[in-house]
């Protein structure tokens, strides 16, 4: 008969139900619990999180960078809510109390060894179909950036120290710093 059990499907009430401090995602109606950050992961953040919002700045930018925990609702569903490392958003109408609703313009995950698969393949999907433009996927581990440009339907990688072009930004790249 357990072969029969249906799973259960959850909803974004169950994710703020969840005990306070305790994060997940969820992605289809399935919670992902996440692990605490390390610090190579923090800098990392930071990183990105200056870099790009003072060259947004510098070009008197519309778009705004929100760090996680930073609620991304990325489909007009209650079964997928997830918090990106970083978000960047253009669209100042997606913008709530709550977080975004709908696609990013750009989304950076940090990869951690509990969230390879997680960062790689499920959310690969979920962010290409929502329609965000540009994903990064920072590998501290292998020292390597994948981005997925899903406006041109390219994926390429870089190494930490490579200048590294950003797809919605012409003329603006990123070489991360050797010290994190």
Same mark, same amino acid.
């Given at each position: 008969?357990?072969? /029969?059990?249906?799973?259960?499907?959850?909803?974004?009430?169950?994710?703020?139900? /969840?005990?306070?401090?305790?994060?997940?995602? /969820?992605?289809?109606?399935?919670?992902?619990?996440?692990? *605490? *950050? =390390?610090? @190579?992961?923090?800098? !990392?953040?930071?990183?990105?999180?200056?870099?790009?919002?003072?060259?947004?700045?510098?070009? #008197?930018? @519309? $778009? &705004?960078?929100?760090?996680?925990?930073?609620?991304?609702? !990325? #489909?007009? =569903?209650?079964?997928?809510?997830?918090?990106?490392? /970083?978000?960047?958003? $253009?669209?100042? =109408?997606?913008?709530?109390?709550?977080? $975004?609703?709908?696609?990013?313009? %750009?989304?950076?995950?940090?990869? +951690?060894?509990? +969230?390879?698969?997680?960062?790689?393949? @499920?959310?690969?999907?979920?962010?290409?179909?929502?329609?965000?433009? &540009?994903? %990064?996927?920072?590998? *501290?581990?292998?020292?390597?950036?994948?981005?997925?440009?899903?406006?041109?339907?390219?994926? &390429?990688?870089? +190494?930490?120290? &490579?200048?590294? *072009?950003?797809?919605?930004?012409?003329?603006? +790249? !990123?070489?991360?710093?050797?010290? !994190?």
């Amino acid at each position: 008969m357990d072969a /029969l059990k249906k799973e259960e499907i959850y909803t974004i009430d169950d994710i703020y139900a /969840l005990p306070e401090g305790e994060r997940a995602e /969820l992605i289809d109606g399935k919670i992902y619990y996440m692990a *605490p *950050p =390390n610090t @190579k992961h923090q800098r !990392l953040v930071h990183f990105f999180d200056r870099e790009i919002g003072n060259y947004i700045q510098s070009q #008197n930018g @519309k $778009c &705004e960078v929100f760090p996680a925990p930073f609620a991304v609702f !990325l #489909n007009e =569903n209650d079964k997928n809510y997830v918090e990106p490392d /970083l978000s960047v958003i $253009c669209d100042k =109408n997606k913008i709530t109390d709550k977080g $975004c609703n709908g696609a990013p313009d %750009w989304i950076i995950e940090i990869v +951690s060894p509990s +969230s390879r698969q997680m960062d790689y393949y @499920k959310k690969l999907f979920k962010y290409r179909t929502a329609g965000v433009r &540009e994903y %990064w996927v920072a590998d *501290p581990e292998r020292e390597f950036v994948t981005i997925y440009n899903f406006e041109r339907d390219t994926m &390429e990688e870089y +190494s930490f120290d &490579e200048e590294i *072009p950003v797809g919605i930004y012409e003329g603006f +790249s !990123l070489k991360i710093e050797q010290n !994190l």
